[in-house]
């Protein structure tokens, strides 16, 4: 299956929905970053969270990122994405795997860590993005995103997100769906919504059986006459190129860019997101020095 999110409202104006399937997203980012399960549980959460996120995104040049810094052994999480479904990430460990927890579940928290914050970045192609901020309560990437929404953005809203890591260490089933309540909601609606999550299986279980986000959606919500406004697929992807690295390189400017001809005469950059290497050798650095001389 295609992985992809949908996005819906019930018809009267109470929640608004997004559900994601992102299983070969997570996989695919997985084989490039050779993660370890729990690192590959954490990174795909962050992932898919970032993707739904992204749908939210009114404009193509917009881009939001969610950043997570708690203070464990994996250190930083990290994702971003478009409006148009694409996402990419990295973890600043992935080779990080803590034992399993008393429950058999990867312990996600405890490589992340709960001593730190959550960062959500909006980048309008303006002067300065919109940061926002608030502490990691678990370090399990839903219940700190929902936190976020409550007390940075006001936003009452529940978020689920689920990687299934099978023994091979493939990824299983990915996906995840955040429901927001609306400033009309009933009192009534918010109690039916209630009971519906406290009996709800995890999403990466739905997925695994077979459940596709309409058939997530209407389960989620049984009870609301739910109408779907999008389709959109999603996937991994980087835009990285020799002109953004040749960009960095000038950004360091003139003098690290002598000492680094000098020292080394040549020069490796790896790209944090896709792995991608971009080598350049000793006439191509002193082209970029003597552009960094002029500006």
Same mark, same amino acid.
């Given at each position: ?10 018809? #009267?104006?109470?929640?608004? %929905? ?7 997203? %997570? ?32 404009? *193509? ?23 148009? @479904? #694409? ?19 990867? /312990?996600?928290?405890?490589? %992340? ?26 370090? #399990? ?39 927001? %309540? ?23 279980? =739905? ?11 209407? &389960? ?9 406004? /999008? ?11 020799? *002109? ?8 360091? @400017?003139?003098? *690290? ?5 000098? #020292? ?7 790209? &944090? ?11 191509? =650095? ?10």
């Amino acid at each position: 299956m295609q992985d992809y999110l949908i996005r819906a409202m019930d018809k #009267e104006g109470n929640i608004r %929905v997004f559900v994601a399937n992102t299983t070969a997203l %997570v996989n695919k980012a997985r084989d490039i970053h050779n993660t370890t399960p729990t690192a590959s549980a954490a990174l795909g959460r962050c992932l898919t969270a970032a993707a739904i996120l992204g749908t939210m995104l009114k404009n *193509e040049k917009e881009t939001i990122s969610i950043q997570l810094k708690g203070g464990g052994p994996i250190g930083t999480v990290l994702a971003v994405a478009n409006s148009k @479904g #694409e996402v990419k990430g990295y973890v600043g460990a992935p080779a990080v795997d803590l034992p399993l927890k008393k429950d058999g579940k990867l /312990d996600v928290g405890g490589a %992340v860590g709960n001593n730190g914050k959550i960062t959500v970045i909006r980048d309008f192609g303006l002067k300065e993005p919109y940061i926002g901020q608030s502490d990691i309560v678990t370090g #399990e990437i839903a219940e700190d995103l929902a936190n976020y929404f409550a007390y940075s953005e006001q936003q009452p809203s529940a978020v689920a997100l689920g990687v299934l890591v099978d023994k091979d260490t493939s990824i299983k089933a990915a996906g995840g769906y955040i429901i927001q %309540v609306l400033p009309d909601a009933t009192e009534e609606a918010l109690d039916r919504l209630e009971s519906n999550l406290a009996n709800i299986e995890p999403i990466s279980s =739905l997925i695994e059986k077979g459940f596709t986000p309409e058939d997530i959606l209407f &389960h989620v919500c049984s009870g609301f006459d739910m109408d779907i406004k /999008d389709k959109i697929p999603v996937k991994l992807t980087c835009d990285c190129s020799t *002109e953004r690295i040749q960009k960095a390189l000038i950004a360091i @400017g003139r003098v *690290e860019l002598e000492k680094l001809i000098e #020292e080394d005469g040549e020069a490796e950059l790896v790209c &944090h997101f896709c792995n991608e290497k971009y080598h350049f050798n000793r006439d191509e =650095l002193n082209s970029l020095l003597k552009e960094a001389s002029e500006q």
